[in-house]
């Protein structure tokens, strides 16, 4: 039970910015005690399963919250939903720790290299797969023109040399060169996929790297000189990934 209001106000504003910056789904709220006497406690109300190592059941919360340490209960609420009720500062402090402090670093690598990205003028969407893992999806501009840019940014300016990128064929040779390139660049394990399109979607590829991957590709980028002319360029919106 936390009984000081000051530091119930603190934490709950601690634990709002950690839930959003997460973008765990879910609200919190303060929860006065029933006995009336001036203490309360953190609730967490989970309106979503991603990105949690649990189901939205009481069994599983429970089990995750005990075996992390985490000093709170599990329940439900009128609706159903599972809340997570915190008992103390270092309740809040654990679980913001295991459940929410992963993520809310894979973002932030996330917004750097989007951010590395957007310098070049170079129209590729970040997205975080998981804690520890981010992918790059390049949509069809211009015959797969942003994933050229990018090795070229990356010192490969011939990368799409002999190559018909508007062929599958053509894509899947663009993707293994690339990989070779963003091997060499930022160690093993990158897998870049070419996803040839339809009558329904676009040629996409896909690059897969693990989230301190994308911090170091976010540095070699930043790091890099933009095209004399982007100055004076409008800056081009980012489309999303479907």
């Given at each position: 039970?936390?009984?000081?209001?000051?530091?119930?106000?603190?934490l709950e504003s601690v634990l709002v910015q950690a839930v959003d910056r997460a973008r765990v789904t879910g609200r919190v709220a303060l929860r006065e005690s029933v006995d009336g006497d001036g203490g309360g406690s953190l609730e967490l109300t989970?309106?979503?399963?991603?990105?949690?190592?649990?189901?939205?059941?009481?069994?599983?919360?429970?089990?995750?919250?005990?075996?992390?340490?985490v000093d709170a209960t599990a329940g439900y609420d009128d609706d159903h939903n599972l809340v997570i009720r915190l008992r103390g500062k270092t309740g809040v402090d654990h679980l913001v720790r295991r459940l929410l402090a992963p993520f809310m670093y894979a973002e932030?690598?996330?917004?750097?290299?989007?951010?590395?990205?957007?310098?070049?003028?170079?129209?590729?969407v970040v997205k975080v797969e998981d804690e520890t893992s981010l992918a790059l999806v390049v949509h069809d501009s211009d015959n797969l023109h942003d994933a050229v840019q990018l090795s070229a940014v990356?010192?490969?300016?011939?990368?799409?040399?002999?190559?018909?990128l508007h062929r599958p064929r053509g894509m899947r040779k663009l993707a293994a060169r690339m990989r070779l390139l963003l091997t060499g660049a930022l160690g093993a394990g990158v897998a870049v996929l070419?996803?040839?399109?339809?009558?329904?979607a676009e040629d996409e590829l896909r690059i897969h790297l693990t989230v301190e991957q994308g911090l170091r590709l976010a540095g070699r980028i930043a790091a890099q000189p933009g095209r004399p002319?982007?100055?004076?360029?409008?800056?081009?919106?980012?489309?999303e990934a479907s």
């Open positions: 039970m936390i009984t000081d209001e000051s530091d119930l106000a603190a989970l309106l979503g399963s991603s990105r949690l190592p649990f189901s939205l059941n009481i069994a599983e919360a429970t089990a995750w919250l005990e075996a992390a340490g932030s690598v996330r917004d750097q290299l989007q951010d590395a990205l957007g310098k070049h003028q170079l129209r590729v990356l010192g490969a300016d011939s990368i799409s040399e002999g190559l018909k070419a996803e040839p399109g339809c009558a329904h002319d982007q100055a004076e360029e409008d800056s081009v919106p980012v489309r």
